[in-house]
Each structure stands twice: as C-alpha cells, then as structure tokens.
C-alpha cells in the first residue's frame, strides 16, 4: 500500500531494535516511534498514520484522542489486553484493534500455573520459614492435592488453552466459563463447557483469564466468591480489576476461600499497606507473568508482522473488535 506510515505512540521507554527499523523499510514502510503523552504529541507524531501502535500500557490513544488520528486503519495493542484501548468507540470508526496474544500466552500460562504450585504446595510460606531459620514440616504444610481435582477457567483464550492442556497431566476435569467461545471447540480439547456460576462451584482452583471489559470488571465479587468452595484457590494472571479485590480480602479473611495466586492487583502498584501482604494464603507476584527470555523478541515480531499485513492491505491475524467494518477494503 503506497505510503503507508505507521507510528508507535507508546515505547514504555523500550529502544526500538535496529531490525525493526531496518523490516519497515524494506516493506516500504514509513515508520516513526516515541512516547506521546498529550493529544498534541498524538497529533504531530501520528496524526497522518495508517496504524498507531501501543508498546504497554500507554492510554494516550483514549476515545476523546482519536480524533487526532483521522487517517487511522487499525491501532496495534502489543500483548494480549486492550483495556488501555478505547475499542467500542474505536470499532464505531471503523479502526480495528489488534493484539498480539501469541507473544505472551505459553509465559502468562506457566505463571498461572505455577502460582497454583506455588500455592498448593505451599512454597512461598516454606521458603518464608526457612529464611527465618524454622525447619519445621509443620510450618506450610500442604494442604491441597492436584490429581483428580477440578480445574475452572474463566475464560478460554489461548492462555487458558494452553492452562488446560499442560495440566492434562493431572488427570484432572477442566470446565471453563467463556461466553465467546463454544462448547464444541472446548470439548474438542477435553474441556467442559459450563456456566460461570457452575465453574466458581463447582471446581477446587479457579484460574482467570478473562480480559478487561466493561462487563468483566469487578466482575469476580462477593457473589461469586460466596460461591466457591470454601477449601478453593483462586488465581488471577488476566487484569486486577476482574475481581472486586475488597470481596476478596473479605472472602480470604472470612474463609469463603481457602487462598488465592495472584500475578495483577486493582491498583499497580499497590500500596505497602494493601491486606493481602498480610496473608501467608496469598502468593503475589508484580504482574510479570508475560515476560520470559523469549518474550521481548516475540512482542517485537507479531506486531511487526501485523503492521506489515496491514500494509499489504490484509486483516491483521489477531484483533479484538470481530464486528469492525474497516475504513479500507482488506483481504
């Protein structure tokens, strides 16, 4: 596409590879990047682009800044969540948003993973302990089991996916709550199809991964909580604010669950003095579960990749807003 120009507008203070500079040009396209933090700067970097892309969690590009970017096509949310992405008024004008899942989802799936064995097993008290020169078998003991168990997904994207099918090892029954995707293609994978309410009940550890949306937020609360077992583990690696985290210092403390693995809280950072520090039913790690040796590299190529098929006058391989109709024909 003749004088296509794209421009990332949020780098998160990332340096931008010599190769991605050296691939726009050699697909004839005219690319600029740096960080924009006001409309002016929207304006003047990518007021004349044909893609805008987001490296992180920039919110320049907010449904009243759009306007400074009228010859848009499609804005490029590196990773998998597009919460920081004004989609509904975006689909509205015809931009599609797209994302890159691809380039976190094996890591983000480990993480999970591995806060639920960080948990159940109980290696961050243990580790805690010892530090502190106990050595007792007593002190963390375990108190859950895996195999024969049922694991809930909330969610059922590539990483819940990928959630499933390492733990298919456990022989465990995995039901997943996604009102998106249909019973066959979870069945497909050996996983059963379930209602939301029917997950929280029914399974012994509750993994999320539900984007963050309008509907989703905060949508983990006191009710569905209330609905877990009392002997549950729950564990968040998707967006904070998918669970009403006061409800769930409440259900920790008050026994509604047994402990929780969580990778994002409401408020990043939070503050010192946030209740579940006091928790040892709590593992928390500092939103890090996308990132591994691999995961820069990966960010970098998918969405260098989607930019060129944009240009190319392609539909990008992965976008969020399914009922966008573009301001340009693609194939």
Known sequence: ????????????????PDWVHETMERENVDFVAGECTT???????AGDADVVWVNGGSEVVKADTLSAIPKCVALIRTGSGTDNI?????????????????AHHQEVSDHAIG????????????????????????????????????LGLVGFGLIARQVAKKMSGFDMTVLA????????????VGVQSATLDEVLSRSDFVSIHSPLTKETRHSIGERELRL????????NTSRGPVIDEPALVKALESGWIAAAGLDVTD?????????????????????IAGYSDQHEYACWRLSV???????????PRRYVNRGVKPRIPLR
Do not use: C
């Open 115 to 150: 806060l639920l064995f960080a948990v159940v097993r109980q290696i961050a008290v243990q580790d805690r302990a010892v530090r502190d020169g106990k050595w007792d078998a007593e002190d963390g003991m375990p108190r859950w089991h895996l195999v024969g168990q049922t």
């Open 305 to 315: 990749d989607t930019v060129i098929d944009l240009s190319k006058g392609s539909w």
């Open 228 to 235: 877990m077992k009392p002997e549950a583990v729950l564990v």
């Open 267 to 287: 408020e990043e950072p939070p503050r010192p003095d946030n209740p579940l520090f006091r928790m040892n039913n709590v593992v928390v790690t500092p939103h």
């Open 39 to 45: 409309r002016e700067e929207l304006a003047e970097l």
């Open 1 to 16: 596409m003749a004088g296509f120009k794209a421009a990332m507008v949020g780098t998160e203070g990332k340096v931008v």
């Open 86 to 102: 004004p989609v509904e008024e975006a689909t509205k004008l015809g931009i599609i948003v797209a994302h890159t899942p691809e």
């Open 177 to 188: 709550y996604d009102p998106y995707v249909n019973a066959d293609t979870m069945t497909e």
